[in-house]
């Protein structure tokens, strides 16, 4: 089975003029096809930096990191790797659907057959009677299943979400992760979400958890 990513030592510092931030201390960790990986830890223990660094939005500034089964840092977007993240991130003045079919035609895919594939996503989210609404006129737990859509319409072998459910109640949490688990039955497609709600992480076959910086060893 092909690594998906490969992550050796890597850390993050951000030169921040007269003091450096570290963000990252060290983490060495690798994801296969099929996981489900938690990564829990306090607010600021580094969590969001090696989401990023494992998706190849961030440089490590030590270690090395590498894609096997994926490629370069260049050909991870828009297809490979998807991102949710826990604020809002659907487009303002696009409708749920032209949200949702967004990176197919970015990925130049014929555009009949991006918003066919965008209603199958929004079909299986159970959020097909939105697709005409625009993201103003959704609920946050409506908006994140959107956003999931969004990302599962290009196929991703890797999904990394970030806080995803940092606003929500836990009944809408807890459909979000039930209606995400169903979509993903039977994929090779693997998910890596950060949390800070540990009902959120037991739902998760493998825990990873981040200590002032560090990742430790359970991720290996």
């Known amino acids: 089975m092909t690594t998906l990513v490969d992550a050796r030592d890597i850390g993050c510092t951000y030169d921040n003029g007269s003091s450096p931030i570290v963000a990252l201390e060290s983490a060495t960790c690798q994801v ?11 607010s600021g223990s580094g ?16 270690g090395e990191i590498a894609w096997p089964a994926l490629g370069d840092r260049d050909d991870l977007r828009p297809m490979k790797v998807g991102f949710v993240f826990q604020m809002q991130s659907l487009l303002a003045p696009l409708s749920v659907v032209e949200n949702v079919e967004l990176p197919l035609l970015l990925a130049q895919t014929n555009r009949g057959q991006a918003r066919k ?12 009677h939105l697709a005409d609404k625009l993201p103003e006129e959704l609920s946050g737990g409506q908006a994140q299943r959107v956003a999931f859509a969004r990302v599962m319409a290009t196929r991703p072998q890797l999904i990394l979400a970030d806080e995803p459910t940092g606003q929500l109640d836990h ?18 497609t693997a998910l890596v979400v950060a949390t800070h709600d540990r009902k959120v992480a037991e739902r998760f076959d493998t825990l990873w958890t981040m200590k002032q910086g560090r990742l430790e060893a359970n991720a290996s």
Do not use: M, N
């Open 171 to 188: 009944p809408t949490a807890h459909h979000l992760f039930e209606v995400l688990f169903e979509a993903l039955a039977g994929s090779d």
């Open 32 to 42: 296969k096809p099929g996981d489900r990986i938690a990564l829990v830890g306090q």
């Open 47 to 62: 969590k969001s930096t090696l989401l990023q660094l494992l998706g190849g939005l961030e440089t490590p500034t030590k």
């Open 117 to 128: 594939t965008a209603y199958e996503e929004l079909e299986r989210i159970g959020l097909r």
